[in-house]
């Protein structure tokens, strides 16, 4: 099986390297990849958009059929995660937790789902994993999250002018809640955003992205046409796709991020999310 | 002998090498978690790939310049690295680690069921032991 493997590996090897002979050089401009569609894209875009940065021109209204259905896809395996992990909580999991009350060293035993008491000061889980709070790095990190988030939103806001835009910002807003799971537990991030909000941001991103596209229809154009804001906002057609474009990276961002943060909870926990890392 | 042309593509040699290092680590390994990592070193070298097929010999990023942006018609395509490549990558990169997500849940539910992360294990334990949850308390 692994000889098998390795001749069929050296076999695509020498036709792939056969095949690459035949590539254009690495930075032709004159290469196939650059020439037809491309050009269309940077001499029109800005005529087109009033963007910039013709990555985010592109993504968001010329291709923003295929930005829909990516973003349709990361909402989808956040879903597929959900339900791989999540509803098979009750197999394997012990029923009883202990918590540490942080100020005062008293220990808690409660049965899984319980609410902890309102009191000042933090729970914290104890199980054979258990190790002490780190106070510089809670410190450390609760004063770079809001940057985080700060720096999450520019680049979206940004995008039309600098590397940036939805996915992007995302991820980075995503990473801020991650961190926060990270550094603290994964209860103090659902503390802060809870697991139904987070559900429904994603949703909402998806459905904010479909509607942009979904109000053409209503405007009698063609789906996915940014140019119905000129008639609803009063502004002219390049105007208005770059508004569409904002709308649309807005709801990117909303599903990336609520996303990946869900992954990581689900993954983390083992699909409990109740304790993580 | 003229090596010219051939040095002007090791680049796509240097992916061709990594992606086909994950193609082993996808065939030939066992563990599923390192089928995975092997997974993920594949995407990278398509992400690579395309982002190197956009790029071009003097040109700049794929951002309008404030003069361009300010003057009538007269873009010079050439001046500008082909910003496709960047939009399809972009997505994939997201979409990938959306992907990891899952493969590495079906990772857990497979551990959570049969204990192990071996894939001979787990087809043995398929044929001939098909007994239910691993962690299941044994009375």
Not at chain 1, 32 to 54: M, Q
Not at chain 1, 128 to 153: D, K
Not at chain 2, 47 to 63: N, Q
Request: net charge neutral; aromatic share 10%.
């Amino acid at each position: 099986m692994r000889t098998l493997t390795l001749v069929a590996l050296t076999l695509t090897a020498a036709f792939l390297f056969r095949a690459a002979l035949d590539f254009p050089a690495w930075g032709d401009p004159a290469s196939p990849a650059g020439l037809h569609v491309s050009r269309f894209f940077i001499e029109r875009s800005y005529d087109d958009a009033r963007t910039p940065n013709l990555v985010t021109a592109t993504l968001a209204d010329y291709r923003s059929y295929d930005t829909m259905f990516e973003t349709v896809v990361v909402f989808c395996a956040a879903l597929a995660c959900f339900f791989i992990i999540r509803a098979a909580r009750e197999a394997c999991v012990a029923n009883v937790f202990h918590y540490r009350h942080a100020p005062t060293g008293l220990v808690l035993t409660l049965r899984r789902g319980c609410p902890l008491p309102r009191l000042r000061g933090r729970f914290e889980q104890i199980d054979s994993e258990w190790t002490p709070r780190s106070v510089i790095l809670e410190t450390v990190s609760r004063g770079m999250i809001p940057f985080l988030q700060l720096f999450a939103i520019y680049v979206l806001a940004h995008g039309h002018y600098s590397p940036g835009g939805g996915f992007q910002a995302g991820v980075i807003f995503g990473a801020s809640y991650i961190l926060l799971a990270v550094s603290h537990d994964l209860r103090t991030l659902t503390d802060h955003v809870a697991e139904r909000t987070m559900h429904l941001l994603a949703a909402a991103g998806v459905s904010l992205y479909v509607g942009i596209g979904a109000l053409a229809l209503w405007a009698g154009m063609q789906f996915m046409d940014y140019g119905w804001m000129t008639l609803a906002f009063g502004m002219d057609g390049p105007g208005a796709h770059s508004l569409g474009i904002l709308l649309v990276e807005l709801g990117v961002a909303l599903t990336v991020c609520a996303s990946l943060t869900t992954i990581f909870k689900l993954v983390s926990s083992e699909g409990t999310i109740m304790e993580g890392l | 002998m003229d090596f010219a042309p051939l040095l002007g593509k090791a680049n796509f040699w240097a992916y061709f090498f990594i992606m086909l290092t994950g193609l082993y680590g996808m065939a030939v390994k066992r563990n599923l978690v390192k089928k995975i990592i092997g997974l993920g070193i594949f995407q990278t070298a398509i992400m690579l790939f395309y982002v190197s097929i956009g790029s071009k010999e003097g040109a700049t990023i794929p951002i309008l310049t404030a003069a361009d942006a300010a003057g009538r018609g007269g873009i010079d395509a050439a001046a500008y690295i082909n910003p496709l490549p960047h939009v399809l990558m972009l997505t994939a990169i997201v979409v990938s680690v959306a992907t990891l997500g899952v493969a590495l849940a079906l990772t857990l539910r497979l551990w959570r069921r049969y204990g192990t992360l071996e894939e001979d294990e787990i087809l043995a334990r398929l044929r001939g032991d098909p007994g239910g949850e691993a962690c299941t308390p044994r009375s």
